[in-house]
Every structure is written in structure tokens, then in C-alpha cells.
């Protein structure tokens, strides 16, 4: 099974921008949906950010639509989640995630939690007003 290590998080403030990079242990990590999620203290995770096995195609949450991107580098097996205009309610540790299990083509998404079989440890962001 890959492994993921999530690194970059840390204390941000609000309006700034951050980048968190995910690298994974996999060299077949070209075949893996992969996705970014949140989990916020005293709430449930939630979905933030979708990216296909190619990279070619992304999804993200409304709310941090438009303010978000998620490139990988499938030949350095690294995805990034890359977040501007910050607000304090981004506050969370982000995990990323792999879909592993089955390939669904290039351009394949999973944004549910139940889709991924592959999380690393997390990394905290704190973003201050």
C-alpha cells in the first residue's frame, strides 16, 4: 500500500497564502486518484480538493473554490495543495489521500472519504486573524 507524508503546515494568517506538498512512496502513484480533506477541531473531515491520475483534471470544495489548486508531479510522485486569501476557518489538519484500489482512467476523481484507502498523518495549518 503507498504511503503519504503531508508536509508544509504551520501558522498562516488570514488573507496569506500557503502550500501543502503531499509525497507518496509509490512510483505507481501516476495510477492514483488522489485527494486533499480537512478535519477542523470538534468537527467532522470534510472534502477539499480532487485531483485525476493524469493531473488533468481537479475538483475542489465551494469553499475554497477559486482560491485553491492541486498539481502533482507524477515523476517526483508529489501533490500540492496550493490556498490564497486564507481565513481563520481554514484552520484544520489536512490530510491527503490516495485511491488506489482500482484504476478508473486518467482523468478519474474521487471526492468521498470512503473512496480512498491511503491517508497520511496529517499536517496542522492554524490561520490566525
Known amino acids: 500500500q503507498v504511503l503519504l507524508a503531508e508536509s508544509g503546515g504551520g501558522l498562516a494568517q488570514a488573507g496569506g497564502s500557503l502550500k501543502l506538498s503531499c509525497a507518496a512512496s509509490?512510483?505507481?502513484?501516476?495510477?492514483?486518484?488522489m485527494g486533499w480533506f480537512r478535519q477542523a477541531p470538534g468537527n467532522e473531515g470534510e472534502f477539499v480538493a480532487a485531483?485525476?491520475?493524469?493531473?488533468?483534471?481537479?475538483g475542489y470544495a465551494d469553499y475554497v473554490e477559486g482560491r485553491s489548486t492541486t498539481p502533482r508531479d507524477n515523476a517526483t510522485t508529489q501533490m500540492y495543495l496550493q490556498m490564497s486569501s486564507l481565513k481563520p476557518e481554514d484552520t484544520a489538519v489536512y490530510y491527503c489521500?490516495?485511491?488506489?484500489?482500482?484504476?478508473?482512467?486518467?482523468?478519474?476523481?474521487?471526492?468521498?472519504?470512503?473512496?480512498?484507502?491511503?491517508w497520511g498523518q496529517g499536517t496542522k495549518v492554524t490561520v490566525s486573524s
Open positions: 485531483n485525476s491520475p493524469s493531473g488533468g483534471r481537479t
Open positions: 489521500a490516495a485511491d488506489g484500489a482500482f484504476y478508473r482512467g486518467p482523468d478519474y476523481i474521487a471526492t468521498g472519504v470512503l473512496q480512498f484507502d491511503a
Open positions: 509509490e512510483r505507481t502513484f501516476s495510477s492514483y486518484a
